[in-house]
């Protein structure tokens, strides 16, 4: 009973163990990593890293330059752009994490659903065909158009937009799946729908989306700037990146800061995400493995 019990516990984790010898020999995934890690970090420990209020208006301060008492400089109201910046970083992350949680568990259920079920797919996937045809970015605008702004209201806008990629890909990896010699095996020995779809056609999915999620991660933290600097997006009491540059659009020849900040650490978030999901590609994908 030992001897059976030895192999399964050895299989249990070769996906993780690739996943950690590929992302040795990748820097940039590890930097990427270390990046958003720090960024994590920034949104969680926002209270303690921001100097003042970034809700606090000044007019006697208002357009200073980066110096020792404003780090970034401050804005048209006198706020202090610093603060500002890195409270946004909890809006961004908040944001493309949601997403990211949300559109691939609706997209994973509905994939696997259609992906198997024959007369369900032509139907469900047509919808999904028309929802791509929509560009994500206006999807989202015109889903915000019929709500009121706010995060909530932003998370599930992009969610919507980005569920039709999941679904495709998980459909994809289900049709490929259950023509498995194992689920044909499975069907042979009764064993229900529910049984085949969680015990044997899941587990093989786990991979691609954990890589898809990361790619989704960082077109919902670009949506919800580009949301936010048109004026769709959060409301624009809370501070978030693209609602500082918004802000800060009509005085960019004259205090280029107010864009520069915000904007740079949005570029490196996303660039850590897509670096990170790089590195998981590489080790989850098994061809690419082999070429390590």
């Not at 249990?12 to 950690?20: E, H, I, N, V």
């Not at 990629?165 to 689920?183: A, D, H, K, N």
Request: with cysteine.
């Amino acid at each position: 009973m030992t001897a059976l019990a030895l192999p399964a516990a050895r299989s249990a984790s070769p996906t993780w163990q690739r996943l950690k010898d590929a992302l040795r020999r990748h820097p940039t995934a590890i930097g990427g990593g270390g990046v958003l890690t720090i960024m994590i970090l920034i949104a969680v420990f926002a209270p303690w890293l921001g100097t003042v209020d970034p809700q606090a208006v000044a007019p006697l301060r208002r357009l200073k330059p980066p110096s020792q008492e404003f780090w970034f400089g401050s804005d048209m109201l006198g706020r202090d752009v610093y603060s500002r910046v890195i409270y946004g970083a909890r809006v961004s992350l908040s944001v493309g994490l949601a997403v990211a949680i949300f559109s691939t568990l609706v997209g994973l259920a509905i994939g696997l659903v259609t992906g198997y079920i024959r007369w369900l797919d032509a139907i469900v996937m047509r919808i999904m065909d028309g929802l791509m045809s929509i560009p994500s970015v206006l999807l989202a605008i015109a889903l915000m158009a019929l709500t009121t702004a706010s995060i909530q209201n932003v998370i599930v806008a992009i969610t919507l937009a980005e569920v039709p990629r999941v679904v495709r890909l998980v459909r994809s990896l289900v049709l490929t799946l259950r023509e498995q010699p194992y689920v044909e095996a499975a069907v042979a020995a009764g064993t229900t729908l529910p049984h085949i779809l969680t015990r044997h056609i899941l587990p093989n999915t786990v991979a691609p989306l954990l890589v898809q999620a990361t790619y989704v991660c960082a077109s919902a933290m670009i949506t919800e700037a580009i949301l936010s600097f048109i004026g769709a997006g959060t409301p624009p009491n809370i501070p978030s990146w693209g609602n500082i540059m918004a802000e800060a659009r009509s005085l960019f020849q004259i205090a280029g800061y107010l864009i520069l900040f915000p904007g740079i650490c949005l570029s490196l978030t996303v660039l850590a995400v897509n670096l990170l999901g790089d590195g998981m590609r590489d080790a989850l994908d098994p061809r690419l493995a082999r070429r390590i």
